[in-house]
T-cell receptor
Framework: EDQVTQSPEALRLQEGESSSLNCSYTVSGLRGLFWYRQDPGKGPEFLFTLYSAGEEKEKERLKATLTKKESFLHITAPKPEDSATYLCAVRGSTLGRLYFGRGTQLTVWP | KAGVTQTPRYLIKTRGQQVTLSCSPISGHRSVSWYQQTPGQGLQFLFEYFSETQRNKGNFPGRFSGRQFSNSRSEMNVSTLELGDSALYLC????????????FGPGTRLTVL
């Protein structure tokens, strides 16, 4: 069965302190790995889509990487406005539906 | 382009009632998916529609149903509401291929009393 596990569940960083979030996945025939950011009470906001191992994408202070078993979301010099829950999801070829992890709740304090 | 819109944004119902939620996808998108989000269970997949046909279904009871119209707009219905149905219901649209990115709406917050 397709599965997605995110770690850590929660992360507190001081402003400027870089770190990485992990997304481990098991899926048959990866069709895409997706990162989203979600603020409380709002819908997830799309960040990145990765399709194959070795692929990397960047946007401002965020960089997403992908291997055959996991993906990392690297946050460089975070700011308080980066505080949110970061969700990882995968789509495999077997059933085609999107599987979400439970998310990492990131808090960045000044 | 306008994003995904969902109506209503907030809803309060009592046990036993039924509710219908609406989703308008991004223009040109043919796939609409529905999710239930609760603090305890995270994001749970309900179903996905593509060109008016249900393409995938999650593990929810038959009280949860949906449909998609020819203009790609979608509705989901929950009958005989239970307290545990209180959640944020999210709709996401994508162009249609399995590798396509899904874009989410703001959600409908349903409270069942």
């Amino acid at each position: 069965e397709d599965q997605v596990t995110q770690s850590p569940e929660a992360l507190r960083l001081q402003e400027g302190e870089s770190s990485s979030l992990n997304c481990s996945y098991t899926v048959s025939g990866l069709r895409g790995l997706f990162w989203y950011r979600q603020d409380p009470g709002k819908g997830p906001e799309f960040l990145f889509t990765l399709y194959s191992a070795g692929e990397e994408k960047e946007k401002e202070r965020l960089k997403a990487t992908l291997t055959k078993k996991e993906s990392f979301l690297h946050i460089t010099a975070p700011k308080p406005e980066d505080s949110a829950t970061y969700l990882c999801a995968v789509r495999g070829s077997t059933l085609g539906r999107l599987y979400f992890g439970r998310g990492t709740q990131l808090t960045v304090w000044p | 382009k306008a994003g995904v819109t969902q109506t209503p944004r907030y809803l309060i119902k009592t046990r036993g009632q039924q509710v219908t939620l609406s989703c308008s996808p991004i223009s040109g998108h043919r796939s609409v998916s529905w999710y239930q989000q609760t603090p305890g269970q995270g994001l749970q997949f309900l179903f996905e529609y593509f060109s008016e046909t249900q393409r995938n279904k999650g593990n929810f009871p038959g009280r949860f149903s949906g449909r998609q119209f020819s203009n790609s707009r979608s509705e989901m219905n929950v009958s005989t509401l239970e307290l545990g149905d209180s959640a944020l219901y999210l709709c996401a649209s994508s162009p249609g291929d399995f590798g396509d990115t899904q874009y989410f709406g703001p959600g409908t917050r349903l409270t069942v009393l």
